[in-house]
């Protein structure tokens, strides 16, 4: 959804890819590795702040791009990044908590099938939202995904039980 709503605003479809696609895939990274020692609370909590962030996202973001829309292409990619920081971070956070607990109660095969599972649905959830957006628009696409990361954020509170 947020590819489609930056190529709205850049105008130009690869750099909305770009944007989108590199800027999770950085800022999630950065946001793993600042997690990776975090007590459990505080995971929970950026956990749980993703679908607020959707949510803020999806009533906002129109308004922001209507606000850089007489900006040059630069400053527009330049917000692009910007508003791409916060979430990002937020969705890197859990992973590598969820991944050690696997890899210490169950076992490092596991864990690895895991890793496995994770890439596929993400694969799976893009091509989902595509169809989603095609057929019923932003505005459900956007219900989904803060419904599914509700439905992660409750995943990980159970895995994480009993941790401190």
């Known amino acids: 959804v947020l590819m ?7 105008g130009i479809p690869i750099y909305s890819v770009i944007i989108t696609l590199g800027a999770l895939l950085f800022f999630s990274g950065v946001g793993s590795l600042m997690s990776s020692n975090w007590k459990k609370k505080y995971i929970l909590c950026s956990v749980f702040m993703i679908p607020v962030m959707i949510f803020v996202y999806y ?9 850089f829309a007489a900006s040059s292409f630069n400053v527009r ?17 859990p992973f590598p908590k969820a991944m050690e607990k696997i890899k210490k109660e169950i076992s490092n095969e596991y864990a690895t ?9 993400g694969t799976v959830a893009t091509t989902l939202a595509l169809f989603l957006n095609v057929s019923y628009g932003f505005s459900f696409t956007f219900i989904v995904g803060m419904a599914a990361y509700l439905v992660g954020a409750f995943l ?9």
């Open 77 to 93: 990619m330049g917000a692009g990044v910007a508003l791409m920081i916060p979430l990002s971070l937020m969705m890197g956070i």
């Open 4 to 10: 489609q709503f930056f190529q709205r605003f850049l």
């Open 59 to 67: 009533h906002y973001l129109d308004g922001i791009f209507s606000y």
């Open 156 to 164: 990980l509170l159970f895995i994480l039980r009993g941790e401190k």
């Open 113 to 121: 099938l895991m890793y496995a599972i994770s890439g596929a649905a």
